[in-house]
């Protein structure tokens, strides 16, 4: 464990109010309607949370609002449609989440946790004209953390969980070009994508300093097997990712992992990265504070977004 | 002295290393174009030979205006030329997103962009897009002529109102363009033209006539234009890509088409770069993937009709998929 990633912690860690109940806890799941988002959304709801589902699909939204409401004790629960490629719609369902928490009376949002995440083999630019592995794996959580950060603010204990994954492992950025649109492998821009979820979540809790009862968290979600490689993906793609699912767990057995970091006290050791409620290490080049700095300048100039804005002074 | 030799083999070896590692690194820190530091062009990576030479910044004096820049490719190139640090202006038929494109552009590689809205089907919207790209500037540095389309279906399915449409947008505004767009460059100052045709081209396409045609026409209309521009500082290029995968709708077209619809792709990305590279180069002809090139040389030696009744037997199997693949998604 690098100093680096403990550092930011040691301070925080002790202010940090702990959580009484995960009873109505309200929670925002983005990329709920499959996969890991779905398990974790139906978990929190069975648990008493109020979940806020983003998904992409009008239909599967409605179907996952339906399942997650019949879980929950009180039958609450909501799920918004929005494509989160798009910045614009991203400030769109951050705006809507905000009102669903009014009309629930809820004048606070505790726990955003970042799941969204795409895979493609080709090289596909969305309508602003980003790489769209990037645009939803990470400017769209750098987007919605910062639309929804006047909420979060009002928790007692607020959390941002974004889901990264073990293929960071190797991965490097090319600062010439972030969204690799020269000599574009899929495989190589999935994992750069989820190192940056790493540094996100590094500069982020160095940000939440001044803010003990906001943290940032990452979460290793393990091997699942999930759908995801499916879409997009070529034939080579397809075939590597029918051997790996094989070999992965359901997403039913991630949900609690990723749940712990939403509603427990994450104990000592102290550490921004977690896989199955235990710390583990990530690679060496997502605990450099320098590279997340730079990087998180980078995300503020392409998306236009000033953190000093919501409070998030570096 | 020692008496220790040193094999040429050692040497490369001990370049290769050096090379790699100057790579690593410079890939790791080089600073972003867009910051306008002077990036060498020495240590990158080239994504193919011709990068490594262009890549060192090639700047143009007034922007290039890209039709058709709300699409697949021509985001991709817009993209392109923005990581170049080049001025665009961007045009797009009415109701496409170009205003948040233009944007992001703009915030990410600090260039301007600018944006207009033309339905290129007429002669007099042409007229008027061109008189507001005169209020925006007085000059251009290029033109991309990327507006092009197609309808499914063939000959006889097509209304008369489709055919028109095809041969309107694709030949008769990249014409008018073309030379509105000329009008406007500055004498002495580098010029890049740049035209969409595509791998379509160079076969008589059964299903795809009108379409096949007139991009055919694009390549023989520019190839005569090179020869009349030459020596004016003008650099014509023509793009014949094969199917694109830019949008998650291409995609499943292109997966239709089975194995070759897979070896055939190249990464839309890396169309861009190369097709700016070539046309920095001076290339006329830009065939993006080993496989296609080889594909269009080998289709030369073949006759016509030999080819279309070819084309047009593989495009009855792709139908047949395509139904087949429909019923079982039914089920």
């Known amino acids: ?314 | 002295m020692t008496d220790k030799t040193v094999s040429r083999e050692d040497v490369l070896k001990g370049v290769a290393l050096l090379r790699s590692m100057a790579l690593e690194n410079d890939i790791y820190w080089t600073t972003p174009t867009h910051e306008n530091t002077t990036v060498t062009g020495k240590a990158k990576q080239p994504h193919n030979q011709f990068t490594a030479k262009i890549d060192a910044g090639v700047k143009l004096s007034h922007p290039i205006l890209i039709t058709g820049a709300a699409g697949g490719l021509g985001r991709s190139l817009a993209v392109d030329a923005a990581r170049r640090g080049w001025s665009l202006v961007l045009t797009d038929r009415p109701g496409t997103n170009l205003e948040q494109l233009a944007k992001a552009l703009e915030r990410s590689y600090g260039i301007k962009a600018h944006k207009l809205f033309c339905d290129l089907t007429g002669a007099q919207a042409r007229a008027e897009l061109f008189r507001q790209v005169r209020t925006l500037t007085p000059h251009l540095s290029g033109a991309v002529n990327v507006a092009g389309l197609d309808f499914e279906g063939t000959f006889d399915e097509l209304r008369p109102e489709e055919v028109q449409t095809i041969i309107r947008v694709n030949i008769e505004a990249t014409l008018d363009v073309t030379h509105r767009a000329l009008e406007l460059r500055k004498k002495e100052q580098r010029f890049l033209l740049i035209t969409v045709s595509s791998l379509a081209a160079f076969y008589p396409m059964p299903v795809k006539a009108t379409y096949a045609a007139s991009k055919r026409f694009l390549l023989d209309f520019f190839r005569a234009l090179k020869e009349e521009l030459r020596g004016e500082n003008v650099s014509v290029t023509v793009l014949c890509p094969a199917g694109l995968p830019t949008t998650p709708g291409a995609i499943r077209d292109m997966e239709l088409q089975g194995f070759w619809g897979h070896v055939t792709a190249v990464q839309t990305g890396t169309v861009a770069a190369g097709t700016f590279d070539h046309a920095l180069q001076g290339n006329f002809l830009y065939i993006p993937g080993l496989l296609n090139k080889l594909l269009q040389i080998a289709s030369s030696v073949v006759p016509p009709s030999l080819l279309a009744r070819y084309i047009a037997w593989r495009w009855r199997g792709n139908t047949r998929r395509a139904k087949g693949r429909k019923e079982w998604v039914l089920q």
Not at chain 1, 61 to 88: F, N, Q, W
Not at chain 1, 255 to 265: D, K, M, Q, S
Not at chain 1, 293 to 311: A, C, F, H, P, V
Request: some cysteine; hydrophobic content about 40%.
């Open chain 1, 1 to 314: 464990m690098g100093i680096a990633m403990i550092e930011p912690f040691i301070r925080t860690f002790q202010a940090k109010p702990f959580i009484e109940s995960s009873m109505m806890r309200s929670v925002v799941v983005t990329g709920c309607t499959s996969g890991i988002g779905q398990a974790l959304t139906n978990y929190l709801a069975a648990r008493g949370n109020f979940v806020i589902g983003i998904g992409r699909d009008a239909r599967k939204c409605a179907a996952t609002e339906k399942a997650m409401t019949t879980k929950h004790p009180a039958g609450l629960g909501r799920v918004i449609t929005a494509d989160l490629s798009k910045v614009s719609e991203v400030r769109r369902a951050a705006e809507e989440i905000q009102q669903v928490l009014g009309t629930q009376g809820k004048p606070s949002l505790d726990a955003l946790v970042n799941n969204a995440g795409v895979f493609s083999s080709w090289y596909i630019t969305t309508s602003e004209g980003f790489e769209l592995q990037f645009a939803v794996n990470q400017l769209a959580p750098f987007a919605l953390t910062h639309f929804l950060m006047p909420v979060l603010r009002q928790s007692s204990s607020g959390r941002i969980v974004t889901v990264s994954s073990g293929s960071h492992q190797g991965a490097k950025l090319r600062w010439n070009d972030l969204q690799r649109s020269r000599r574009y492998s899929g495989l190589a821009a999935y994992q750069s994508t989820k190192l940056m979820n790493l540094l996100f979540t590094l500069e982020l809790s160095r940000r939440l300093q001044a803010t003990p009862y906001l943290q940032a968290y990452a979460a290793d979600p393990g091997l699942v097997a999930t759908d995801m490689g499916f879409k997009g993906t070529d034939w080579i793609g397809k075939s590597i990712w029918a051997w790996r699912k094989r070999q992965g767990r359901t997403p039913e057995e991630s949900a609690p992992g990723l749940a712990f970091l939403v509603n427990e006290n994450p104990p000592p050791p102290w550490s921004l990265y977690w896989l199955d409620g235990k710390p583990i290490t990530p690679s060496r080049l997502a605990q450099d504070s320098q590279t997340a700095q730079r990087l998180w300048k980078e995300l503020e100039r392409m998306t236009g977004i000033n953190s000093s804005d919501y409070g998030l002074v570096a």
